[in-house]
């Protein structure tokens, strides 16, 4: 699988976009970019993912540069409850389901 | 509709003893995965179950085991345990193994070795 970096922690004021980085420089072709995200003392919860295109869904949206080496997931209107660390994971085409996580973002949402 | 369910939800052993976890797939997933995620770490692979077998593992001792029963619930068994096997157990499911499905993951277990 290939590693990814993010920073090890964030600050977002509520009500303001989040926005996490995240770089893959060395992904391949045919492997898709994950965000799942954890809040404390719960398992992670799948937030989105892509391969090429941009995605949006309920809860953020993706974006993937066109050399698809660097990716960001934006909370548009950040909560208290989105206080997380948040893991961006690329999946190989033989995972099959195997997630490979880092050390993730910690994102803390302040009043 | 019920999601991943785990049990127990805590558990406390002494080294050298036997464990051994339960996880229950979200309806109509036939996929479990665990990971191990010791504290202040992101979650570590360990294996993935699918029709009954052992599909991948991760870099786990043998002293890691697991099974997947007919109606696709899982377990997971941790032989001889060490004090640095304390930590989160999760447990996670998706349709079918592919490369694109998300993964559902359970609260977790937590075990701590004395």
């Known amino acids: 699988d290939a590693k990814t970096t993010q920073p090890p922690s964030m600050d977002c004021a509520e009500g303001r976009a989040a926005n996490l980085p995240c770089n893959h420089s060395t992904i391949s072709g045919n492997e898709y970019v994950y965000w799942y995200r954890q809040i404390h003392s719960q398992g992670p919860q799948y937030i989105i993912h892509?391969?090429?295109n941009n995605e949006t869904n309920e809860m953020a949206s993706l974006i993937i540069t066109e050399d698809r080496k660097s990716s960001t997931l934006i909370l548009p209107h950040a909560t208290l409850r989105d206080t997380a660390v948040y893991y961006c994971?690329?999946?190989?085409?033989?995972?099959?389901?195997?997630?490979?996580f880092g050390q993730g973002t910690i994102l803390t949402v302040h009043p | 509709d019920a999601g991943v369910t785990q049990s127990p939800t805590h558990l406390i052993k002494t080294r050298g003893q036997q464990v051994t976890l339960r996880c229950s797939p979200k309806s109509g997933h036939d996929t479990v995965s665990w990971y191990q995620q010791a504290l202040g770490q992101g979650p570590q692979f360990i294996f993935q179950?699918?029709?009954?077998?052992?599909?991948q593992r991760g870099n786990f001792p043998d002293r890691f085991s697991g099974h997947q029963f007919p109606n696709y619930s899982s377990e997971l068994n941790v032989n001889a345990l060490l004090l640095g096997d304390s930590a989160l157990y999760l447990c996670?499911?998706?349709?079918?193994?592919?490369?694109?499905?998300?993964?559902?993951f359970g609260p977790g277990t937590r075990l701590t070795v004395l």
């Open positions: 994971i690329v999946r190989a085409p033989t995972s099959y389901g195997k997630l490979t």
């Open positions: 892509g391969l090429k």
């Open positions: 996670a499911s998706s349709p079918r193994p592919s490369r694109e499905n998300e993964q559902f």
């Open positions: 179950y699918y029709e009954e077998e052992e599909r």
